[in-house]
Nanobody, 124 residues
Framework: QVQLVESGGGSVQAEGSLRLSCAAS?????MAWFRQAPGKQREGVAS????????YYDDSVKGRFTTSRDNAKNTLYLDMSSLQPEDTAMYYC????????????????????WGRGTQVSVSS
């Protein structure tokens, strides 16, 4: 398995911005961001697969979040803007060495490796 370490979380006011980073111990084909708020299920936010640099986003973050990848550093980023209180959650990085079928790229069960998460808190 690959080791994943997230960083960049913090507390911001509504309409603020944050950048999350996920450093992987080696190259993997697909990486993604998930989040989980207290009492809620983990949900997929954004994904990136290196084979075609294809990205997918959950509808709730489209136009506000952007994911990108630095393959030389094995690092995935999540640039978040126009943050809202409902974005408050623990954000997790996930990865898998295999190419994940597009319909599954925001499904937690498709990924074999997970980071420990970084907390994002947005106040109104």
């Amino acid at each position: 398995q690959v080791q994943l370490v997230e960083s960049g979380g913090g507390s911001v006011q509504a309409e603020g911005s944050l950048r999350l980073s996920c450093a992987a111990s080696r190259h993997v084909t697909c990486m993604a961001w998930f989040r989980q708020a207290p009492g809620k299920q983990r949900e997929g936010v954004a994904s990136h697969c290196s084979t075609s640099s294809t990205t997918y986003y959950d509808d709730s973050v489209k136009g506000r979040f952007t994911t990108s990848r630095d393959n030389a550093k094995n690092t995935l980023y999540l640039d978040m803007s126009s943050l809202q209180p409902e974005d408050t959650a623990m954000y997790y990085c996930a990865a898998d060495q295999f190419l994940i079928h597009p319909p599954s790229r925001l499904r937690a069960g498709a990924y074999s490796s997970w980071g420990r998460g970084t907390q994002v808190s947005v106040s109104s």
